[in-house]
């Protein structure tokens, strides 16, 4: 059962689009949380990705690590692709491969190639948080990066944190998408964790340039 209080996301909400404007880009607006009475050195290390009703991010740059039919299907789409060759010339560098993950938000891999990545480029995407989506033979493209694009993935970045933030919005859209892609997106974290809102100590929202709106955890 949802322990979020729906007025005070509201309320934060409308603050934050309020007052949003005047950058020369769009903001996203983010979800933070802290959490409590978890132990990721003991406990079951919780990890999942939800599709969001709406994208959150205005842009959203998406990678294609690709066979040679879906390099035909990126170039026709538009999509940035690479091929292993491409690949192969980073020669496992980490400072490339650091570079390239922050040039991409997100990535995709062909399923004949996903297992060749770790191979192929080190533990480089994973340690960025950033490992590739399978994409199937038959899939189209576009669909998965729009669905990649959509999706906000809740993992703990190591050992020791015990906070951590997904983009649930941008300040372009409606109130009411916003309010529910933060609704889903918190009660699908909650449902990761083994004691579930028990676990949850504060609820933050903030646009990228704004202040911090507490939403739970008062």
């Known amino acids: 059962m949802s322990k979020?209080?729906?007025?005070?996301?509201?309320?934060?909400?409308?603050?934050?689009?309020?007052?949003?404007?005047?950058?020369?880009?769009?903001?996203?607006i983010e979800l933070q949380i802290a959490l409590k009475n978890y132990d990721p050195n003991k406990e079951r290390r919780f990890s999942g990705?939800?599709?969001?009703?709406?994208?959150?991010?205005?842009?959203?740059?998406?990678?294609?690590?690709?066979?040679?039919?879906?390099?035909?299907?990126?170039?026709?789409?538009?999509?940035?692709?690479?091929s292993v060759d491409d690949l192969k010339k980073l020669k496992k560098d980490k400072k490339l491969v650091k570079k390239?993950?922050?040039?991409?938000?997100?990535?995709?891999a062909s399923a004949t190639l996903i297992r060749k990545i770790p191979r192929l480029l080190g533990p480089g995407l994973n340690k960025a948080g950033k490992f590739p989506s399978p994409l199937g033979a038959n899939a189209d493209v576009s669909v998965v990066a729009l669905n990649s694009a959509a999706s906000v993935k809740f993992q703990l970045k190591?050992?020791?944190?015990?906070?951590?933030?997904?983009?649930?919005g941008n300040v372009e859209m409606d109130e009411e998408d916003?309010?529910?892609?933060?609704?889903?997106?918190?009660?699908?974290?909650?449902?990761?964790l083994?004691?579930?809102w028990m676990q949850i100590k504060r609820l933050y929202v903030k646009s990228t340039m704004g202040p911090s709106h507490r939403i739970h955890g008062f």
Request: glycine share 6%.
């Open 49 to 82: 990705t939800i599709r969001l009703p709406l994208p959150p991010r205005k842009t959203f740059n998406v990678c294609v690590l690709a066979d040679a039919k879906h390099i035909a299907d990126c170039a026709e789409a538009g999509i940035p692709s690479m």
């Open 4 to 28: 979020l209080n729906a007025e005070a996301l509201r309320e934060a909400v409308q603050s934050i689009l309020a007052n949003a404007g005047g950058r020369k880009f769009t903001e996203t």
């Open 158 to 168: 190591s050992k020791k944190a015990l906070c951590l933030g997904v983009a649930v």
């Open 194 to 196: 083994p004691k579930g």
């Open 178 to 192: 916003v309010v529910t892609n933060v609704t889903l997106a918190i009660n699908f974290l909650a449902s990761l």
């Open 100 to 108: 390239l993950a922050k040039q991409y938000d997100a990535f995709l």
